[in-house]
T-cell receptor, first 116, second 113 residues
Framework: GAGVSQSPSNKVTEKGKDVELRCDPI?????LYWYRQSLGQGLEFLIY????????KSGLPSDRFSAERTGGSVSTLTIQRTQQEDSAVYLC??????????????FGDGTRLSIL | DQQVKQNSPSLSVQEGRISILNCDYT??????FLWYKKYPAEGPTFLIS?????DKNEDGRFTVFLNKSAKHLSLHIVPSQPGDSAVYFC????????????FGAGTILRVKS
């Protein structure tokens, strides 16, 4: 389809393992965002990529979290040495930033991460 | 420090009536506001947005009102339909902050038939 695609849809792993989550944004969207939603909470910003600019990493909760965006398209969010508090739904969004105009972000269905 | 607040965790409305979802914010730098709808096991779906230069935006059954002096916005759905039952998130951002969205905690809307 033409929407934001995330994989895997579900991931269960043991505490201490590393995980990689993937996001394919909408074709042509230059901005890509990662959020997470913990149980009963609203969405929390993690990281933002815009074109070739340095990413805004201000929302990453610890240095165990990192993300990259290759070729201005696909992004991977990596969590090293996972902890139980990392359990959440990780959501990716993309948008086409207009010149000075706000554009809505469009979300994928997320990856539900469970740390045992 | 919750910059965007949705004080009603849930709302129940009869089919055909108006649903009013409310949202308050504290950061005067926010200049763009959005409403998203979320079904279980799906990502949020964009519904409607409003720029801070406007006080109303309408799209079909959905209207968003912005009161900047009160730092308050609301989403009106009329007439409400059972398929509108979902979690509704209010979000805000600012070009100053790189467009990252700040979300409220959400309001569960139940439309009874």
């Amino acid at each position: 389809g033409a929407g934001v695609s995330q994989s895997p849809s579900n991931k269960v792993t043991e505490k201490g393992k590393d995980v990689e989550l993937r996001c394919d944004p909408i074709s042509g969207h230059t901005a890509l965002y990662w959020y997470r939603q913990s149980l009963g909470q609203g969405l929390e910003f993690l990281i933002y990529f815009q074109g070739n600019s340095a990413p805004d990493k201000s929302g990453l909760p610890s240095d165990r979290f990192s993300a990259e965006r290759t070729g201005g398209s696909v992004s991977t969010l990596t969590i090293q040495r996972t902890q139980q508090e990392d359990s959440a739904v990780y959501l990716c969004a993309s948008s086409s930033l207009g010149q000075g105009a706000n554009q809505p972000q469009h979300f994928g269905d997320g990856t539900r991460l469970s740390i045992l | 420090d919750q910059q965007v607040k949705q004080n009603s965790p849930s709302l129940s409305v009869q089919e055909g009536r108006i649903s009013i979802l409310n949202c308050d914010y504290t950061n005067s730098m926010f200049d763009y506001f959005l409403w998203y709808k979320k079904y279980p096991a799906e990502g949020p779906t964009f519904l409607i947005s409003i720029s801070s230069i406007k006080d109303k935006n309408e799209d079909g059954r959905f209207t968003v009102f912005l009161n900047k002096s009160a730092k308050h916005l609301s989403l009106h759905i009329v007439p409400s339909q059972p398929g509108d039952s979902a979690v509704y998130f209010c979000a805000a951002n600012s070009m100053e902050y790189g467009n990252k969205l700040v979300f409220g905690a959400g309001t569960i809307l139940r439309v009874k038939s």
